[in-house]
Antibody, heavy 118, light 107 residues
Framework: EVQLVESGGGLVQPGGSLRLSCAAS????????MDWVRQAPGKGLEWVGR??????????VYAASVKGRFTISRDDSENSIYLQINSLKSEDTGIYYC?????????WGQGTLVTVSS | DIQMTQSPSTLSASVGDRVTITCRAS??????LAWYQQKPGKAPNVLIY???TLESGVPSRFSGSGSGTEFTLTISSLQPDDSATYHC?????????FGGGTKVEIK
């Protein structure tokens, strides 16, 4: 059974940093690109970025709104991806999901809540 | 960036009704479109991908159609369990983008 489990969310002050994790199981993790998608409270879904697989040099691509502040990485030995978020702003508040890429997203984690507030 | 415009933003219908949700792309995305269902407090789940392919395990009352810039999600006979928000997503090009969502309520 495919499972994606996010962790690392919490309350952080503006300007702070956070590192989110997504642990995968139930499939050959190294075969897939993985994405982060977020959802502000009561709002729609927003793509954050992607980390490709080893054969694509683990390259990354980001939404313009987060480029330069967010860094996505992966560790295939740990079957995990990570989202390092720096210089947090109030508009970064929301639920952060990791998702497996199969063209579209065929599996999502349950999400982890990030709240940016003083 | 490709803008995805969903309509309506909310709809209320009765059990058994046929329901149609529309998603328009600001430029052609071929058939690189997915539809997701999201219930409160839960992650989205894929219903349809490549515009018209039903995900395994999804009830056959759900169907998708369209190509280019105009797409529809149809629920042929609305059921109580279909109360949710529906999102379209284009995965033709970066940045990947979603529609604003359609909240479906049962009368």
């Amino acid at each position: 059974e495919v499972q994606l489990v996010e962790s690392g969310g919490g309350l952080v002050q503006p300007g702070g940093s956070l590192r989110l994790s997504c642990a995968a199981s139930g499939f050959t993790f190294s075969d897939y690109y993985m994405d982060w998608v977020r959802q502000a409270p009561g709002k729609g879904l927003e793509w954050v970025g992607r980390v490709r697989k080893e054969t694509n040099s683990y390259s990354t691509v980001y939404a313009a709104s987060v480029k330069g502040r967010f860094t996505i990485s992966r560790d295939d030995s740990e079957n995990s991806i990570y989202l390092q978020i720096n210089s947090l702003k109030s508009e970064d508040t929301g639920i952060y999901y990791c998702a497996r890429v199969n063209g579209n997203y065929d599996y999502w984690g349950q999400g982890t809540l990030v709240t940016v507030s003083s | 960036d490709i803008q995805m415009t969903q309509s309506p933003s909310t709809l209320s219908a009765s059990v058994g009704d046929r329901v149609t949700i529309t998603c328009r792309a600001s430029q052609s995305i071929s058939t690189w479109l997915a539809w997701y269902q999201q219930k409160p407090g839960k992650a989205p789940n894929v219903l349809i991908y490549k515009a018209s392919t039903l995900e395994s395990g999804v009830p056959s009352r759900f169907s998708g159609s369209g190509s280019g810039t105009e797409f529809t999600l149809t629920i042929s006979s609305l059921q109580p369990d279909d109360s949710a928000t529906y999102h379209c997503q284009q995965y033709n090009s970066y940045p990947l983008t979603f529609g604003g969502g359609t909240k479906v309520e049962i009368k």
